[in-house]
């Protein structure tokens, strides 16, 4: 463990730093307060905002006897001519500096009210997050699934309100093409509906603390969504309407590693595509239910078609796909192909996810697509 004690000086500004974090004072006022124990200047330089104390800085980045330390999504803190602190104890300050600064990002941006998507940002540190889960009526420790939805702003609202009958507390919030949805101590997934176009992934059960690996897990669970046929559930697996991404194993990984590029060169993906082009989207629905079941009459039960229209149906597709699907391997090699047409027609997310991933703070400052919050009794 650190001994923060060692140097007098150092304990004294973090006590002091900590101590207006925990109050929620204005970043001003912790620079200059930290300034004056230290003696020393010091500020932070962000994209659209620069805070200083003690002076101006008179150097540069590179200068000697200055400290700079980054912050995902605020900018350098920097620290110049700390006589009474090694450089060690210096980048320290800096940290901590670096901390309270990006809590007071989050309170500034949020006029108020903390955003949820603060919650799954993970340039937060564990103590920053466990802080704003209270605040917004959850434990470290609650046990919660987080939902990623794609849907228009109704559609969404509809999504979260049935949830409400099934979780303890929900909370909900916008950003770019998502929805993030949390929900705690939910039960029934399989009842829950997705309304007719949207898409919808979840993750498994996790402790809030660690809601950015759920978010991301649900996230890449979107990659394997088509858009939804019918609003109400249970949706059978090949339906793709309600992904648990929990369940996906070793092929969530391929979402991550495999370029929409990648996949548009691939033989088999091209030729279902054009299948696809010529025939009817239906027929997805047809090939999905062969590669999930071991036979032409299951699948044919399960979709409520003759056998003989789903065997036509097949016949058609692997002559023009080049391989029988009973063959060794055949199933297989359609379920793969199926697979990465899906993530070829989630390509439109990947991008907007790296750019969530990489400028968490463009939130949506209209109140009506930022944080909302419910708190309900489980039920059907």
């Given amino acids: 463990m650190r001994d923060e004690t060692a140097n007098p000086l150092l304990a004294a500004a973090f006590d ?3 101590a207006q974090i925990e109050v929620d004072a204005d970043l001003q006022l912790i620079l200059d307060q930290t300034a004056g124990i230290l003696g020393c200047r010091l500020g932070v330089c962000g994209p659209d905002d620069e805070r200083t104390a003690g002076g101006p800085s008179r150097g540069s980045p590179a200068a000697a006897g200055r400290t700079t330390h980054a912050v995902p999504g605020v900018g350098e ?13 210096a980048r320290r300050v800096a940290q901590r500096l670096g ?7 989050l309170r500034r941006r949020s006029a108020g009210e903390l955003p949820l998507m603060s919650v799954v940002d993970e340039s937060l540190s564990t103590e ?20 990623a939805l794609v849907a228009c702003h109704e559609d969404a609202a509809v999504f979260v309100a049935q949830l409400r009958t099934r979780a303890t507390k929900v909370l909900h919030a916008e950003d770019r093409q998502f929805h993030l949805v949390m929900a705690t101590d939910l039960t029934d997934y399989g009842a829950i509906g997705v309304p007719v176009g949207s898409r919808a992934a979840h993750s498994g059960p996790a402790h809030a603390i660690n809601a950015p690996a759920a978010w991301r897990q649900a996230k890449i669970g979107l990659r394997f969504c088509r858009p ?9 697996l090949e339906e793709a309407t309600l992904v648990d991404a929990d369940q996906l194993g070793g092929y969530a990984l391929f979402a991550e590693v495999a370029t929409p590029q990648q996949i548009r060169e691939v033989e088999d993906v091209r030729r279902l595509n054009r299948f696809v082009d010529e025939t009817d989207d239906d027929v997805l629905i047809c090939l999905e239910a062969v590669a999930a079941t071991d036979s032409i009459r299951k699948a044919a039960r399960h979709l409520h078609l003759h056998h003989n229209s789903v065997t036509d149906r097949i016949r058609r597709a692997e002559r023009y796909l080049g391989y029988r699907f009973t063959a060794p391997y055949g199933r297989t090699r359609l379920f793969l192909t199926l697979v990465m047409r899906r993530l070829l027609e989630s390509a439109d997310l990947v991008e907007a996810s790296s750019q969530l991933a990489t400028n968490p703070s463009h939130l949506n400052s209209d109140p009506h697509h930022g944080l909302s919050e419910s708190g309900g009794s489980h039920g059907a």
Avoid at 99 to 105: E, L, N, V
Avoid at 135 to 144: N, W
């Fill in 228 to 236: 939804s046929r019918h609003p109400c559930g249970p949706y059978a």
């Fill in 99 to 105: 901390i309270a600064a990006k809590f007071d990002r």
């Fill in 77 to 89: 803190v920097w620290l110049e001519n700390a006589a009474g602190l090694s450089e060690r104890d």
């Fill in 16 to 18: 002091a730093i900590d």
């Fill in 128 to 147: 920053i997050r466990g802080s704003v889960l209270r605040r917004l009526g959850m434990e470290p420790s609650s046990l919660v699934t987080v939902f």
